[in-house]
Nanobody, 119 residues
Framework: QVQLVESGGGLVQTGGSLRLSCVAS????????MGWYRQAPGKQRELVAG???????NYADSVKGRFTISRDNAKNTVYLQMNSLKPEDTAVYYC?????????????WGQGTQVTVSS
């Protein structure tokens, strides 16, 4: 049973910083892509940042230059450093991990962590 557990969310003022962490456990297979998504009230879930096993990253335009995604493959952990936070960054942030299991691509999600940026 693969589990993703996020931590690091909270309440921060505009311009502040937070660091999210996500640990994947219970997998016998290598994790390919990992990423962070977010969902604000009344909006669809959107990709914030992604990273391949080899370290290639991609970001949503709205967070480029402010957020940094990284990962530690040995620890099956992905991080999201969020700087210069804005009220529009307020959302539930979800960790995602994609694995190949017996030739089938499987996507796993964490339970989400709330990030609230006050103005």
């Amino acid at each position: 049973q693969v589990q993703l557990v996020e931590s690091g969310g909270g309440l921060v003022q505009t311009g502040g910083s937070l660091r999210l962490s996500c640990v994947a456990s219970g997998s016998r297979f290598s994790i390919n892509n990992m990423g962070w998504y977010r969902q604000a009230p009344g909006k669809q879930r959107e990709l914030v940042a992604g990273i391949t096993r080899g370290g290639i990253t991609n970001y949503a335009d709205s967070v480029k230059g402010r957020f940094t995604i990284s990962r530690d493959n040995a620890k099956n952990t992905v991080y999201l450093q969020m700087n210069s936070l804005k009220p529009e960054d307020t959302a539930v942030y979800y960790c995602n991990a994609v694995m190949s299991v017996g030739g089938v691509t499987v996507s796993y999600w964490g339970q989400g962590t709330q990030v609230t940026v006050s103005s």
